[in-house]
């Protein structure tokens, strides 16, 4: 069941019970394309629907939204990417005690199970990837670092994703990867878009 | 036509309609901070509505002109001078060619923009030419740099509209997170005086002021936010998100400002104060 909380005169937040829900509403409003919508911002729980006041109304919006049935196979339109991972990371051994298991097993474990790109954030072009092996659940660093190299691999909470840009960031970092997460040379430039499947593969560099 | 830079003040940076259609991969809609002046300014100047503009704080932009130029400023008192002469404030002004155009410091707002007939001829980044504060979009005009201007459009732009009234509380729709706190913080959040900190930027207006209670302490999963939305982190003093918010964000939105407000907000100055009041309909 959909859920709309008032969101200003430019947009209206859809509110729904997990992830999963909110890829798939937000996979049916893409598809749905509505007249005077400008921006959809999928999230954990919602989706934010940005609109043209000029077009249409919160009212029109909420109306048209309500009655669109997401069949929950968003993610099987969005496709899937392999990302190539050297696992050198500088936090691979931290993260391997804190999860009690070798650093190999901490590679098998993010290798062995495909993500799902949930939404964007913090950055153009950085996916917050889950459902990933379930006993993934580090905490962030106590102290952020002021520099994360473009490419660097981390895990946050449940989360997984990787640095499309130089960055700070308090992530933990176990490797990298050479594939660009953001190229404007691209018809959209972000590699991971919502709902895409995300498998990482171990490469030596 | 050229203009060649030879100073930028604080802080000038290209401004236009903003990148909507991009919030799906983590890109900002950005845009001019404050929309109606920015509007006013191509509207004055003749342009087509999503023309390039030069958004200046606090002034002390200095540009030569190569060749006869229509410009105008608008969104504070600001005025333009042309070769050390004053023009009026949002005056429409002929510019001979050769001729160094100044903004001076405004004593009321923070935000003007200079609109050349034409457009500033910027490469756009993903459709768009404005630069938001995490850098997405054209780089920065700095001196010695020389802006190419867009062919003169030949049917006159929109009709300008007025410029909104500058004082009086800002309006806002409470939602979509005010059932988070609780009744006295609604009641203070629509009450109280809040000062703007220096701490503010085209990111987020930053207030002090009486802290704002939560009715509910669990983390909020993060969501989409807009411009004009009223975050409230963990210490109780809200943040007014301004056209370079990032797409989402991880506190409660109390309430959200009318389009008219969240421009009004683009002009206060730190130190300056403001109060919240719900907006009718």
């Known amino acids: 069941m959909t859920r709309f909380l008032r969101c200003g005169r430019e947009a209206v937040l859809a509110e729904v019970d997990d992830l999963d829900a909110a890829l798939a509403l937000y996979a049916a409003l893409r598809a749905a394309a509505l007249p005077g919508v400008t921006d959809l911002v999928p999230a954990a729980r919602t989706v934010l629907i940005r609109f043209d006041p000029a077009v249409t109304s919160p009212a029109a919006v909420r109306e048209a939204a309500a009655v669109l049935e997401p069949d929950g196979r968003g993610q099987a339109y969005a496709g899937s990417v392999e990302i190539p991972v050297s696992y050198d990371g500088p ?68 989360f997984s994703g990787v640095y499309p840009g130089d960055s700070p960031g308090g992530w933990q970092l176990i490797g990298s990867t050479t594939e660009r997460m953001w190229d404007l040379d691209r018809p959209e430039p972000a590699l991971l878009l919502p709902g895409v499947r995300v498998t990482f593969k171990a490469v030596q560099r | 036509m050229t ?111 200079l609109a050349v007939r034409g457009g500033f001829a910027v490469p756009p980044v993903l459709g768009s030419r404005s630069t938001d504060q995490l850098g997405m979009g054209p780089a920065r005009p700095a001196p010695g740099d020389v802006l190419r201007i867009g062919p003169v459009p030949g049917n006159p ?76 982190p963990p210490d109780g003093r809200p943040i007014v998100f301004q056209a370079d918010h990032p797409v989402t964000g991880g ?31």
């Open chain 1, 91 to 158: 936090d691979l051994t931290e993260v391997a005690e804190h999860l009690r298991i070798t650093p190999d097993e901490v590679v098998a474990r993010h290798t062995g199970t495909p993500w799902t790109v949930a939404f964007a954030g913090f950055a153009p072009g950085f996916g917050y990837l889950t459902g990933g092996h379930p006993s993934f659940d580090v905490p962030r660093r106590t102290t952020p670092r002021t520099r994360i190299p473009a490419g660097s691999v981390g895990l946050a909470g449940r």
């Open chain 2, 3 to 113: 203009v060649t830079v030879l100073r930028t003040g604080p802080l000038a940076v290209f401004k236009d309609a903003g990148r909507p259609g991009h919030a799906h991969q983590g890109v900002a809609p950005s845009g001019a901070v404050d929309r109606a002046a920015y509007a006013r300014a191509n509207a004055l100047a003749g342009n087509p509505s999503g023309a390039a503009v030069l958004e200046c704080t606090l002034g002390g932009l200095r540009v030569r002109f190569d060749e006869p130029a229509v410009v105008v400023l608008t969104g504070t008192d600001a005025v333009l001078t042309v070769d050390g002469e004053r023009t009026g404030v949002e005056e429409v002004v002929e510019v001979p060619a050769g001729a160094t155009v100044a903004v001076t410091m405004p004593r009321r707002g923070l935000r003007s923009y």
């Open chain 2, 157 to 232: 732009g929109d009709t300008p509209a007025l410029a909104p009234p500058a004082d009086g509380p800002l309006e806002v729709d409470l939602g979509p997170r005010d059932d988070w706190f609780t009744p006295d913080a609604i009641e203070t959040f629509l009450g109280a005086e809040y000062t703007v900190t220096p701490a503010s930027n085209s990111v987020g207006l930053r207030l002090d002021g009486p802290p704002l209670t939560r009715a509910r302490t669990a983390e909020l999963p993060s969501e989409g936010v807009v411009r004009g939305s009223v975050q409230v």
């Open chain 2, 251 to 281: 506190y409660p939105v109390i309430a959200v400002l009318t389009p008219e407000s969240a421009d009004r907000a683009a002009q206060l100055r730190p130190g300056a104060t403001v109060r919240f009041t719900r907006a009718p309909g």
